[in-house]
């Protein structure tokens, strides 16, 4: 038996949390099974509480949640051929089946990458579905390549302190763009730090407005935040310029379409990201060789995991929220 968190039905938030006692997984044919050291919690895993992915998620209840895993493989699937007991990783669950908020998870061996010794439990918990879709977008990015080549792209990066934001910033100055930042005013020292070059307080009316201080259109906005209405980003768009939406609503859908259907070059790009093993084995490299590093909010240990839970509801997370196990 493991320790566990799981939920009974939609909605409650933290309270429905409840502390309990599972078998622990058997790794399918293709699985590897991880006592997990750390997990991260994202926005997905709130909105999946809440029914906004309702019928599709999760497939049923009781529901353990959370996808983000570091630890350490215990047993591994007969036909896995890259990992054995004993060796460190990152992966990342499936999001039908979540499982992180528990002392051990399964894992499918083609979302798993190997962590380094450089690497904590604790930042590479941090990294996945944050990482993974601020590296996405910047992918998605017109003219950006991460080598600095071509000319130089001006980025806007909306609610920056928080889990995709931070990445999105420092994977962003490692391929030379210009980026503008938009974060509370505790968190302008922050961001500065981690490498952005105008960063403005999203109360202010500048903040409000999305204007760049130094009247710049932007190539790409990767939007963190929510509820800001289309009409707020166009005239501040260069003249292809895509706003890639990470947390989209039935009307980023409708507005997708609308522009497609009058092929206006400025978009609104809804983001639906896919984890690739690639990818993710990529982002372990960066943090190991020190180019990027996660930004943490707070750590809890697993048998107060409604605390950060609460804490990701409130919205007001610098960073990331990790629990520990």
């Known amino acids: 038996m493991m320790r566990a968190v799981q939920y009974n039905s ?48 999760p497939r049923k209840f009781p529901n353990i949640p959370g996808v983000d895993v570091a630890g ?5 699937g007969s036909g896995v051929k890259s990992y054995k007991a004993g060796d460190k990783v990152v992966a990342v669950l499936s999001n039908g ?31 996945p579905i ?3 879709a601020a590296h996405e977008c910047l992918l998605r990015t017109p003219g950006f390549n991460y080598d600095g080549s071509g000319q130089q792209v001006n980025l806007l990066i909306t609610a ?9 910033v420092q994977l962003a100055k490692l391929g030379n763009a210009h980026v503008t930042a938009t974060c509370g005013a505790r968190n302008i020292d922050l961001i500065k730090s981690l490498g952005a070059d105008e960063v403005i307080d999203y109360k202010t009316p500048e903040g409000a407005a999305l204007k760049s201080p130094s009247g710049r259109k932007y190539d790409a906005v990767i ?17 292809n310029g895509k706003v890639f939406d990470i947390t989209p609503t039935p009307s980023a859908f409708m507005s997708f379409a609308l522009k497609k259907l009058t092929f206006s070059k400025k978009q609104l790009v809804p983001m639906i990201m896919t984890p690739k093993k690639e990818k993710l084995d990529y982002l372990v ?7 990027i590093k996660a930004v943490i909010d707070s750590k809890h240990p697993l048998s107060k995991a409604e605390e950060g839970w609460a804490k990701s509801l409130s919205g007001h997370a610098t960073g990331k929220i990790i629990v520990e196990t």
């Open 160 to 168: 920056a302190s928080g889990g995709v934001g931070q990445y999105a």
């Open 10 to 57: 939609y909605g409650g938030g933290a309270a429905a949390l409840k502390q309990v006692e599972v078998p622990i997984p058997s790794p399918k044919t293709d699985e590897v099974l991880v006592k997990v050291e750390a997990t991260s919690l994202n926005p997905l895993d709130l909105r999946i509480q809440k029914g906004v992915v309702w019928p599709f998620l």
């Open 97 to 127: 089946f979540g499982g992180a908020l528990a002392e051990f998870a399964v894992a499918k061996e083609n979302l798993t990458v190997s962590r380094p010794p450089e690497v904590s439990a604790d930042q590479g918990a941090a990294l």
């Open 72 to 76: 350490e493989v215990v047993k591994v």
């Open 223 to 239: 939007h963190c935040a929510m509820g800001f209405p289309w009409s707020r980003f166009e005239p501040n768009l260069s003249a």
């Open 130 to 132: 944050a990482g993974l």
């Open 285 to 291: 490299k960066l943090l190991k060789e020190g180019k």
